[in-house]
């Protein structure tokens, strides 16, 4: 089979960092190619590259056998070349078919959509991809929305089409439907790179894998049916990587966590959580299954202190938490992960030592009367770097300065060292390698087995079905389903709204 794409020691240095280094890459006609990495392996970078917004300082890439330069996306655009980002780019107030039509030369001065919602609708049928083209991309769900920027893609002509991590915000339901889509394209004779550090679905979708490590090729184009997801984990962290961890069956203990009818708004002032219900036992996690923006950040801010409940009651350990402050919360007993970690659990300029010690610069022996011990404090930040290993060249390092992993360590250290009776763990490892997931999964384990309780809220089913004691489910603010079985199937329709007995008849 021919190369379509070729890129020959491809090297991209950002300050600082090598990005890129000597890199070699091939794609061939009609076929789904993974590029597989930890974060921060230049996975992104690379495809930036073929994708032209970045250009690289040594290496050439070839398009059909023709040298290639690439000043602007549209220069890869021209050539069939285009990239989805996790991001999306989409005008939330125009339709679907005005956002396809954005930035394009055609139509100019007279815009009938009627006729280009035809030929939206005739090219989302062609390819599996259904959507209405005259919706506002607003009432669209993140898979249809999803849908939209392919089409904006396939409607440009490309022959290469680069995905960015797409299932990061997709439902199970919504995977398997871009699954058979990235296939009938692959029908239609289009080539995919599907960047990902998903072992699971890697092995499932790609026809090749090639794997980067450091910014460094480890392995190229291995067919998926010659490894396995134990050997593509080595490849890319560098050691042995244990996918079954050890969970030890206990019986919950005391209720930590009950939440009584608590509702709450989101940031555009409309209800986010709608009467909830729940408990939390010592020694129990608990996890909460739904696909995001259905309230399960409303759900963790509003039990840290964070937001506030416009109804019902929060209580730790039996003491009446509702709408107080975050600083009440850590009193009794709560930590928290946040899912920013960059903005909200930590902050990014000042360096780990003063991170670590947020929670106990009050208390001694950090604090000397009204003074900061900085001696006690440096050997607080010291001993914690060594138990939660965390890579940085000292504790004075600004956390700015970190890799995701390290940094969830950090907050991690800071938070776990606090010996917590309830832990509400948001997203603890979007985002991470595998080899990192594996760190924080383990340590959650290790927190319940001390006896914390432990709220967590995950995208990912895997981790949700790996970790839990028990599973509810939430759709829009409500939640739908406690106590939830273990089932792919079932748990994903009813994270998209589907009804209990529904659930029961898909599984079976």
Same mark, same amino acid.
């Given at each position: 089979?021919?190369?379509?794409?070729?890129?020959?020691?491809?090297?991209?240095?950002?300050?600082?960092?090598?990005?890129?280094?000597?890199?070699?890459?091939?794609?061939?006609?009609?076929?789904?190619?993974? +590029?597989?990495?930890?974060?921060?392996?230049?996975?992104?970078?690379?495809?930036?590259?073929?994708?032209? +917004?970045?250009?690289?300082?040594?290496?050439?890439?070839?398009?059909?056998?023709?040298?290639?330069?690439?000043?602007?996306?549209?220069?890869?655009?021209?050539?069939?070349?285009?990239?989805?980002?996790?991001?999306?780019?989409?005008?939330?107030?125009?339709?679907?078919?005005?956002?396809?039509?954005?930035?394009?030369?055609?139509?100019?001065?007279? $815009?009938?959509?009627?006729?280009?919602?035809?030929?939206?609708?005739?090219?989302?049928?062609?390819?599996?991809?259904?959507?209405?083209?005259?919706?506002?991309?607003?009432?669209?769900?993140?898979?249809?929305?999803?849908?939209?920027?392919?089409?904006? $893609?396939?409607?440009?002509?490309?022959?290469?089409?680069?995905?960015?991590?797409?299932?990061?915000?997709?439902?199970?339901?919504?995977?398997?439907?871009?699954?058979?889509?990235?296939?009938? $394209?692959?029908?239609?004779?289009?080539?995919?790179?599907?960047?990902?550090?998903?072992?699971?679905?890697?092995?499932?979708? =790609?026809?090749?894998?090639?794997?980067?490590?450091?910014?460094?090729?480890?392995?190229?184009?291995?067919?998926?049916?010659?490894?396995?997801? =134990?050997?593509?984990?080595?490849?890319?962290?560098?050691?042995?990587?244990?996918?079954?961890?050890?969970?030890?069956?206990?019986?919950?203990?005391?209720?930590?966590?009950?939440?009584?009818?608590?509702?709450?708004?989101?940031?555009?002032?409309?209800?986010?959580?709608?009467?909830?219900?729940?408990?939390?036992?010592?020694?129990?996690?608990?996890?909460?299954?739904?696909?995001?923006?259905?309230?399960?950040?409303? +759900?963790?801010?509003?039990?840290?202190?964070?937001?506030?409940?416009?109804?019902?009651?929060?209580?730790?350990?039996?003491?009446?938490?509702?709408?107080?402050?975050?600083?009440?919360?850590?009193?009794?007993?709560?930590?928290?992960?946040?899912?920013?970690?960059?903005?909200?659990?930590?902050?990014?300029?000042?360096?780990?030592?003063?991170?670590?010690?947020?929670?106990?610069?009050?208390?001694?022996?950090?604090?000397?009367?009204?003074?900061?011990?900085?001696?006690?404090?440096?050997?607080?930040?010291?001993?914690?770097?060594?138990?939660?290993?965390?890579?940085?060249?000292?504790?004075?390092?600004?956390?700015?300065?970190?890799?995701?992993?390290?940094?969830?360590?950090?907050?991690?250290?800071?938070?776990?060292?606090?010996?917590?009776?309830?832990?509400?763990?948001?997203?603890?490892?979007?985002?991470?390698?595998?080899?990192?997931?594996?760190?924080?999964?383990?340590?959650?384990?290790?927190?319940?087995?001390?006896?914390?309780?432990?709220?967590?809220?995950?995208?990912?089913?895997?981790?949700?079905?790996?970790?839990?004691?028990?599973?509810?489910?939430?759709?829009?603010?409500?939640?739908?389903?406690?106590?939830?079985?273990?089932?792919?199937?079932?748990?994903?329709?009813?994270?998209?709204?589907?009804?209990?007995?529904?659930?029961?008849?898909?599984?079976?």
């Amino acid at each position: 089979m021919d190369n379509l794409i070729e890129m020959r020691g491809i090297t991209k240095r950002f300050p600082g960092v090598i990005a890129n280094e000597d890199v070699d890459f091939k794609l061939r006609h009609g076929e789904i190619h993974a +590029l597989l990495g930890e974060n921060g392996a230049g996975k992104s970078t690379l495809m930036s590259v073929l994708a032209g +917004l970045y250009r690289p300082e040594a290496g050439t890439v070839l398009v059909r056998g023709n040298p290639a330069t690439f000043n602007s996306p549209r220069d890869a655009i021209d050539l069939g070349i285009g990239m989805i980002h996790q991001h999306f780019t989409l005008i939330q107030s125009q339709t679907v078919t005005e956002n396809i039509l954005l930035g394009l030369d055609e139509p100019r001065f007279l $815009m009938r959509l009627s006729r280009y919602d035809k030929q939206m609708a005739h090219i989302g049928d062609q390819f599996g991809l259904q959507v209405t083209p005259d919706a506002k991309i607003w009432q669209l769900s993140v898979g249809e929305q999803q849908r939209v920027e392919i089409l904006k $893609m396939l409607y440009r002509g490309v022959e290469v089409l680069i995905m960015d991590e797409p299932t990061s915000v997709l439902a199970p339901q919504e995977i398997d439907e871009l699954f058979k889509t990235l296939r009938s $394209m692959v029908a239609e004779g289009k080539s995919i790179v599907f960047i990902s550090h998903k072992l699971h679905e890697v092995m499932t979708i =790609a026809d090749r894998i090639t794997v980067l490590r450091q910014g460094k090729v480890t392995a190229a184009g291995i067919d998926p049916a010659t490894t396995s997801k =134990a050997e593509l984990a080595n490849l890319m962290v560098g050691r042995k990587v244990l996918f079954e961890l050890e969970k030890i069956d206990r019986e919950p203990g005391d209720v930590v966590l009950e939440l009584a009818g608590v509702s709450a708004d989101n940031d555009k002032r409309l209800p986010a959580l709608r009467s909830i219900d729940l408990k939390v036992r010592s020694g129990e996690i608990v996890g909460v299954a739904g696909v995001a923006g259905n309230g399960q950040s409303e +759900l963790g801010e509003v039990i840290t202190g964070l937001r506030t409940c416009t109804s019902g009651s929060i209580r730790v350990n039996g003491k009446d938490v509702t709408n107080r402050s975050a600083r009440t919360s850590i009193d009794f007993g709560v930590a928290h992960i946040p899912e920013d970690r960059t903005h909200v659990g930590t902050a990014p300029n000042l360096s780990i030592t003063d991170n670590v010690i947020m929670k106990k610069y009050r208390t001694p022996p950090i604090a000397r009367r009204t003074l900061l011990d900085r001696d006690a404090a440096q050997k607080m930040a010291e001993g914690l770097k060594a138990e939660y290993t965390i890579l940085a060249p000292s504790v004075e390092t600004p956390t700015r300065m970190l890799s995701g992993g390290n940094l969830q360590r950090v907050i991690l250290a800071r938070e776990l060292s606090s010996e917590p009776t309830l832990l509400i763990a948001m997203q603890p490892t979007r985002g991470l390698d595998v080899g990192a997931i594996e760190g924080v999964q383990r340590m959650l384990l290790e927190q319940r087995d001390e006896g914390a309780a432990i709220l967590l809220v995950s995208e990912e089913l895997e981790e949700i079905f790996t970790l839990s004691d028990r599973i509810v489910v939430v759709y829009e603010g409500e939640i739908v389903a406690d106590g939830v079985e273990a089932d792919a199937a079932k748990v994903g329709l009813l994270m998209t709204g589907g009804s209990h007995e529904a659930a029961e008849e898909h599984a079976a």
